[in-house]
């Protein structure tokens, strides 16, 4: 099945094997440092950061900071960690996350009454058609109200809006209206919707599986990769509306090479853990109705409120996305799954804004792994792997041989293990490795879609096992 379109933005991702992200440790140096201001300029001095460990030091900052901490973001232009802090009377924790290595910017709100001011939006203002999110950057909600809130409804929400106080939001109008981004069509299909896939995982059990959106799943259990085909994949678990909008779907076929990573058509993008979203962050959306897009976190703990329903916790970005993209990967160039496309407004023609469950989010629900997370990090990882004994679905990442001959698998860890692809570094595959967490395949051409494995002749797949091209 052909379902690619050219994007009319293209995401720029460097040429050649992706480096992972080191699981940095950012530590609070001089976390004692004099209030006086003594401490040397070198130590007080932003550091400059990835947009990956950024995201680490603002979670250790606001358990630092308390109730003075008012939102962080990523400035991709100096790849600072910008802080918003509350001033008092103690500033001992501002020398603290200056010492730490973040810019420290004076804000009149802090996190905790952002996020009450969204509790009152939700409490007064719950209507289809409008989203809010907490915009460190303004350091106020963003408040949004599609084309369908006009009338009473404009004025309840315009006048919840004004009683949060001056300098708490902004309300703005857009064009479009919002709706989870699911049609007939390609791509992973049950009954007569289309949707994508996000990122393979392994479930609780070991067993492959893949993440997408819980609103999918409401077009029914049982997935295929093509269109009237025969089922794959079936729903374990499903999320939505709700505290999240996210589902995870275990393949049928427990032997399914399910890699870690992204298939972006041009090339691989190997997907090495889960991560927080930070605003500011550059981040890239694969989809099976626009393909690579990319474009840039503006908000978080957004709340949208669709027609099916009110959503939680999700990420506002302005990456483009239509029908069909719903469920798919929104990742980073240095191989960090960040969300799940859930719905928005517009399309990739006008822009509009979007919205994607946080991954972290739902492998917590879900009890799955991904990557390196726990169960294998999937494509042939293992450097001593063996022929896995146990390694059934394997992580396999090799071209044409479950891991293959170039996966590092040692002992020929795929050409008679099936699907076992040594994911483990020294467990054979795995005892764990299971589909090794990576995100899965299903793409466009690709037989076994969704679990067709990374390899391009992996048996399951034809000719372009796209991995995660088919999100949403």
Same mark, same amino acid.
């Given at each position: 099945?052909?379902?690619?379109?050219?994007?009319?933005?293209?995401? $720029?991702?460097?040429?050649?094997?992706?480096?992972?992200? %080191?699981?940095?440790?950012?530590?609070?140096?001089?976390? =004692?440092?004099?209030?006086?201001?003594?401490?040397?300029?070198?130590? #007080?001095?932003?550091?400059?950061?990835?947009?990956?460990?950024?995201?680490?030091?603002?979670?250790?900052? +606001?358990?630092?900071?308390?109730?003075?901490?008012?939102?962080?973001?990523?400035? &991709?232009? +100096?790849?600072?960690?910008?802080?918003?802090?509350?001033?008092?009377? =103690?500033? =001992?924790?501002?020398?603290?996350?200056?010492?730490?290595? #973040?810019?420290? *910017?004076?804000?009149?709100?802090?996190?905790?009454?952002?996020?009450?001011?969204?509790?009152?939006?939700? +409490?007064?203002?719950?209507?289809?058609?409008? +989203?809010?999110?907490?915009?460190? *950057?303004? =350091?106020?909600? *963003?408040?949004?109200?599609?084309?369908?809130?006009?009338?009473?409804?404009?004025?309840?929400?315009?006048?919840?809006?004004?009683?949060?106080?001056?300098?708490?939001?902004?309300?703005?109008?857009?064009? %479009?209206?919002?709706?989870?981004?699911?049609?007939?069509?390609?791509?992973?299909?049950? !009954?007569?919707?289309?949707?994508?896939?996000?990122?393979?995982?392994?479930?609780?059990?070991?067993?492959?599986?893949?993440?997408?959106?819980?609103?999918?799943?409401?077009?029914?259990?049982?997935?295929?990769?093509?269109?009237? &085909?025969?089922?794959?994949?079936?729903?374990?678990?499903?999320?939505?509306?709700?505290d999240g909008d996210f589902a995870l779907v275990k393949y049928d076929d427990p032997a399914t090479e399910a890699p870690s990573e992204v298939n972006t058509g041009d090339q691989t993008v190997q997907i090495t853990e889960a991560a927080e979203a930070t605003v500011g962050q550059e981040v890239i959306r694969m989809g099976s109705t626009t393909g690579l897009n990319d474009g840039q976190v503006l908000g978080?703990?957004? /709340?949208?409120?669709?027609?099916?329903?009110?959503?939680?916790?999700?990420?506002?970005?302005?990456?483009?996305?239509?029908?069909?993209?719903?469920?798919?990967?929104?990742?980073?160039?240095?191989?960090?799954?960040?969300?799940?496309?859930?719905?928005?407004?517009?399309?990739?023609?006008?822009?509009? @804004?979007?919205?994607?469950?946080?991954?972290?989010? #739902?492998?917590?629900?879900?009890?799955? /792994?991904?990557?390196?997370?726990?169960?294998?990090?999937?494509?042939?990882?293992?450097?001593?792997? !063996?022929?896995?004994?146990?390694?059934? $679905?394997? $992580?396999?990442?090799? @071209?044409?041989?479950?891991?293959?001959?170039?996966?590092?698998?040692?002992?020929?860890?795929?050409? @008679?293990?099936? #699907?076992?692809?040594?994911?483990?570094?020294?467990? %054979?595959?795995?005892?764990?490795?299971?589909?090794?967490?990576?995100?899965?395949?299903?793409?466009?051409?690709?037989?076994? !879609?969704?679990?067709?494995?990374?390899?391009?002749?992996?048996?399951? %797949?034809?000719?372009?096992?796209?991995?995660?091209? @088919?999100? *949403?």
């Open positions: 099945m052909s379902h690619k379109r050219i994007p009319k933005r293209k995401a $720029a991702i460097a040429v050649g094997g992706v480096v992972a992200l %080191g699981a940095a440790a950012i530590l609070l140096p001089n976390a =004692n440092a004099s209030q006086d201001g003594s401490s040397d300029d070198a130590a #007080a001095a932003p550091k400059t950061l990835k947009a990956g460990d950024a995201s680490d030091l603002a979670s250790q900052l +606001s358990g630092l900071l308390g109730e003075a901490f008012g939102g962080s973001y990523y400035d &991709g232009d +100096s790849q600072q960690l910008v802080v918003n802090v509350v001033p008092g009377d =103690n500033n =001992n924790v501002i020398v603290q996350a200056k010492a730490a290595g #973040a810019k420290v *910017r004076e804000v009149d709100n802090s996190w905790s009454e952002l996020q009450s001011g969204s509790q009152t939006l939700k +409490s007064d203002a719950t209507i289809a058609g409008t +989203s809010w999110s907490i915009d460190p *950057r303004t =350091n106020k909600l *963003r408040v949004t109200a599609d084309s369908t809130v006009t009338g009473a409804k404009w004025d309840r929400l315009e006048s919840t809006v004004k009683s949060l106080g001056t300098g708490m939001a902004t309300l703005t109008k857009s064009a %479009g209206t919002f709706k989870p981004f699911v049609s007939g069509g390609d791509a992973i299909f049950a !009954g007569g919707s289309r949707c994508s896939l996000g990122f393979n995982v392994t479930a609780g059990d070991g067993s492959p599986a893949f993440l997408t959106a819980g609103h999918c799943t409401l077009g029914g259990n049982e997935w295929s990769d093509a269109e009237g &085909g025969q089922p794959i994949a079936t729903v374990d678990q499903s999320t939505f509306p709700g978080l703990d957004a /709340t949208v409120n669709y027609p099916e329903g009110t959503v939680t916790g999700l990420i506002q970005t302005d990456v483009c996305a239509e029908p069909g993209d719903s469920g798919g990967s929104l990742f980073t160039q240095d191989g960090l799954a960040i969300g799940l496309t859930s719905g928005g407004s517009g399309d990739c023609t006008a822009g509009g @804004e979007t919205f994607f469950q946080p991954v972290t989010t #739902a492998l917590e629900a879900v009890g799955a /792994t991904l990557g390196a997370g726990g169960a294998g990090a999937g494509a042939g990882a293992g450097e001593e792997a !063996g022929a896995g004994e146990e390694a059934g $679905a394997g $992580a396999g990442a090799g @071209e044409e041989a479950g891991a293959g001959e170039e996966a590092g698998a040692g002992a020929g860890a795929g050409e @008679e293990a099936g #699907a076992g692809a040594g994911a483990g570094e020294e467990a %054979g595959a795995g005892e764990e490795a299971g589909a090794g967490a990576g995100e899965q395949a299903g793409g466009e051409e690709a037989g076994a !879609g969704a679990g067709a494995g990374a390899g391009q002749d992996a048996g399951q %797949g034809v000719e372009d096992n796209s991995g995660l091209t @088919e999100s *949403r």
